[in-house]
């Protein structure tokens, strides 16, 4: 027992002490990886609580920390969608199925950047013609309990990104663990996030008329490709602590922190918190996300969550997320959970 409290306190120093030097000057690694849609919260009770490593315990777990997906009970379903700045909506859906083992899940996420009007360096302008573009994932999920105060778990996804008929593939996985710790059943998390191949963009968009000698005259134009570069998946490490600093018979007050080390932008850290009332029927959450992080513009998360047992054999759950910006305005989330 001593000695695990002593690898707690540890693992807190080096979270808060890795993550508190972010603050001093570091160099931006903005703009340096594909699948940006990758970073955008999912699920919007952790969303809306900023900080959830350890405390992650829906389908939206696929994507945030596999481990958690062994808390679930029941078979669960949870959609989700975001309608973000301009036409740009964000949708998640995941289904998570206990085993006689574990918990398996599958997922779709998918970001739709909407309708653009085409222009062209010939036409010096709009052509009249649109097109799409949007960013997908595809992933299969297992979790379970190793023993009664450790669960781990691993998501393999296929992430495809479409701009009209140019596109990036790639595979990529996640894991993750959560541990009860025996400091006042204090839960630990670590998960890393979007591990995978590089991806590069390709199709027929790419190819373009071209001069290859244009140091002479009246020479015929002829079809060339266009090279892109090779770009990492926004890799992410997350180490969180979960707290349930008060409970009672109808009460429950849980305190989280994330310490976050993206591979794209600066360590940064998270804090937030949910309260229950009346035995796990309504929700408080809030939190403030990506602490020293400079170039950050959201300012705070906050939102509320109901569950409802329709009869003894279904249970729904509707979870709403604010997340507030500085300059871009405000984003709602609305999400919807089916218990079976």
């Given at each position: 027992m001593s000695s695990m409290k002593k690898?707690?306190?540890i693992c807190l120093f080096l979270v808060l002490s890795g993550t508190g030097?972010?603050?001093?000057?570091?160099?931006?690694k903005i703009g340096t990886t594909a699948g940006d849609f990758l970073r955008f919260p999912v699920g919007a009770r952790a969303s809306s609580m900023s900080a959830f490593a350890a405390t992650v315990n829906d389908p939206s777990a696929m994507v945030l920390n596999p481990a958690g997906l062994a808390?679930?009970?029941?078979e669960e379903v949870l959609i989700e969608f975001t309608d973000y700045y301009l036409d740009f909506t964000h949708s998640y859906v995941g289904i998570g199925i206990p085993t006689k083992k574990g918990v398996a899940g599958i997922h779709v996420l998918a970001m739709n950047y909407g309708?653009?009007?085409e222009t062209t360096e010939q036409a010096q302008g709009k052509t009249g013609r649109t097109f799409g573009a949007y960013s997908v994932t595809v992933g299969?999920?297992?979790?379970?309990?190793?023993?009664?105060?450790?669960?781990?778990?691993g998501t393999l996804k296929f992430v495809h990104e479409q701009i009209e008929d140019v596109s990036a593939s790639g595979l990529a996985f996640d894991v993750g663990t959560v541990f009860i710790t025996p400091f006042d059943d204090i839960r630990f998390g670590v998960s890393v996030t979007n591990i995978g191949s590089k991806m590069q963009l390709t199709g027929n968009g790419l190819i373009t008329e071209c001069d290859l000698d244009d140091s002479s005259s009246g020479n015929n134009e002829t079809d060339c490709y266009l090279a892109t570069q090779e770009y990492d998946l926004p890799l992410m490490l997350r180490v969180?602590?979960?707290?349930?600093?008060?409970?009672s018979d109808d009460i429950r007050a849980t305190l989280t922190l994330d310490g976050n080390n993206p591979s794209n932008n600066v360590q940064n850290i998270s804090v937030g918190g949910e309260i229950s009332l009346l035995n796990d029927t309504v929700f408080l959450r809030g939190g403030v996300p990506y602490i020293g992080q400079n170039n950050s513009r959201e300012t705070f998360n906050a939102g509320v969550g109901i569950k409802y047992q329709v009869d003894s054999s279904l249970k729904l759950g509707f979870n709403y997320a604010y997340h507030g910006y500085e300059y871009l305005g405000d984003v709602n989330k609305l999400s919807l959970q089916v218990y079976f």
């Amino acid at each position: 027992m001593s000695s695990m409290k002593k690898i707690f306190c540890i693992c807190l120093f080096l979270v808060l002490s890795g993550t508190g030097s972010s603050v001093f000057a570091q160099l931006s690694k903005i703009g340096t990886t594909a699948g940006d849609f990758l970073r955008f919260p999912v699920g919007a009770r952790a969303s809306s609580m900023s900080a959830f490593a350890a405390t992650v315990n829906d389908p939206s777990a696929m994507v945030l920390n596999p481990a958690g997906l062994a808390e679930l009970n029941d078979e669960e379903v949870l959609i989700e969608f975001t309608d973000y700045y301009l036409d740009f909506t964000h949708s998640y859906v995941g289904i998570g199925i206990p085993t006689k083992k574990g918990v398996a899940g599958i997922h779709v996420l998918a970001m739709n950047y909407g309708e653009f009007e085409e222009t062209t360096e010939q036409a010096q302008g709009k052509t009249g013609r649109t097109f799409g573009a949007y960013s997908v994932t595809v992933g299969g999920s297992y979790s379970q309990y190793l023993t009664e105060k450790l669960s781990v778990g691993g998501t393999l996804k296929f992430v495809h990104e479409q701009i009209e008929d140019v596109s990036a593939s790639g595979l990529a996985f996640d894991v993750g663990t959560v541990f009860i710790t025996p400091f006042d059943d204090i839960r630990f998390g670590v998960s890393v996030t979007n591990i995978g191949s590089k991806m590069q963009l390709t199709g027929n968009g790419l190819i373009t008329e071209c001069d290859l000698d244009d140091s002479s005259s009246g020479n015929n134009e002829t079809d060339c490709y266009l090279a892109t570069q090779e770009y990492d998946l926004p890799l992410m490490l997350r180490v969180g602590f979960a707290w349930d600093a008060y409970t009672s018979d109808d009460i429950r007050a849980t305190l989280t922190l994330d310490g976050n080390n993206p591979s794209n932008n600066v360590q940064n850290i998270s804090v937030g918190g949910e309260i229950s009332l009346l035995n796990d029927t309504v929700f408080l959450r809030g939190g403030v996300p990506y602490i020293g992080q400079n170039n950050s513009r959201e300012t705070f998360n906050a939102g509320v969550g109901i569950k409802y047992q329709v009869d003894s054999s279904l249970k729904l759950g509707f979870n709403y997320a604010y997340h507030g910006y500085e300059y871009l305005g405000d984003v709602n989330k609305l999400s919807l959970q089916v218990y079976f």
